[in-house]
Nanobody, 129 residues
Framework: LQLVESGGGLVQPGGSLRLSCGAS???????IGWFRQAPGKEREGVSC???????????YYSTSVKGRFTISRDNAKNTVYLQMNSLKPEDTAVYYC?????????????????????WGQGTQVTVSS
């Protein structure tokens, strides 16, 4: 499985972007996490969505993006999206998606209690006026 992120770019504060995480194969049974890393900072978890085989199929968000970002998946297109609204300068970072073949809730690995099987190469998001 390979992942490719797209949709990044330059946007003004308050604007929106939709990131895509496209896969070379079926994503149905993969939990997907979105992460970001700003220059000089550690990688930060943004959001995750569980596989269709999980009990709840839940999605989770970090407190810094909750209410502004929405994660979703289109299994027919082997793609997971991250809709980002009300963007702030502090959202500027390289955004990465990662996949784990797992039926457990995504938050387990998202919070560091597991290991992702594959990572994408990242897409740059810059929020600036």
């Amino acid at each position: 499985l390979q992942l490719v992120e797209s949709g990044g770019g330059l946007v003004q504060p308050g604007g929106s972007l939709r990131l895509s995480c496209g896969a070379s194969g079926f994503l149905d049974y993969y939990a997907i996490g979105w992460f970001r890393q700003a220059p000089g900072k550690e990688r930060e978890g943004v959001s995750c969505i569980s596989a269709i085989s999980s009990v709840n199929g839940s999605a989770y968000y970090s407190t810094s993006v909750k209410g502004r970002f929405t994660i979703s998946r289109d299994n027919a297109k082997n793609t997971v999206y991250l809709q980002m609204n009300s963007l702030k300068p502090e959202d500027t970072a390289v955004y990465y998606c990662a996949a784990e073949f797992a039926s457990r809730e995504c938050i387990i690995t998202f919070q560091g209690r597991g290991t992702y099987d594959v990572w994408g190469q990242g897409t740059q998001v810059t929020v600036s006026s």
